[in-house]
Nanobody, 124 residues
């Protein structure tokens, strides 16, 4: 099974950019579809973006479309979430997730493996 470790979170001002990374180990990363989710205290974990095994197909939540970009480098066993034009409402803990299935999904319940999360705080 795959282990996931996120990094790259931090505190920024509105309008700034951050790039989150998700380092995978323990299994062949290219076998897994990958997603990013976020969660604020008291709320459920919500979908942000997902990417297919090859990187050729991506999905985004409407709230981040046009500002965030999901990508992956299978040679480096790493996934990324580039976040531009950040807003205070993007403040959350961000989690990467993976599933060993060929179909890319936006459903949290369909992911089997999760990282520990990285905090992103955007101030106005």
């Amino acid at each position: 099974q795959v282990q996931l470790v996120e990094s790259g979170g931090g505190s920024v001002q509105a309008g700034d950019s951050l790039r989150l990374s998700c380092a995978a180990s323990g299994s062949t990363f290219s076998h897994y579809t990958m997603g990013w989710f976020r969660q604020v205290p008291g709320n459920g974990r919500e979908f942000v973006a997902a990417i297919s095994r090859s990187g050729g197909t991506t999905y985004y939540a409407d709230s981040v479309k046009g500002r965030f970009t999901i990508s992956r480098d299978n040679a480096k066993n790493t996934g990324y979430l580039q976040m531009n034009s950040l807003k205070p409402e993007d403040t959350a803990a961000y989690y990467c997730a993976a599933r060993n299935k060929p179909v890319t999904t936006m459903s949290r319940a369909e992911y089997d493996y999760w990282g520990q999360g990285t905090q992103v705080t955007v101030s106005s």
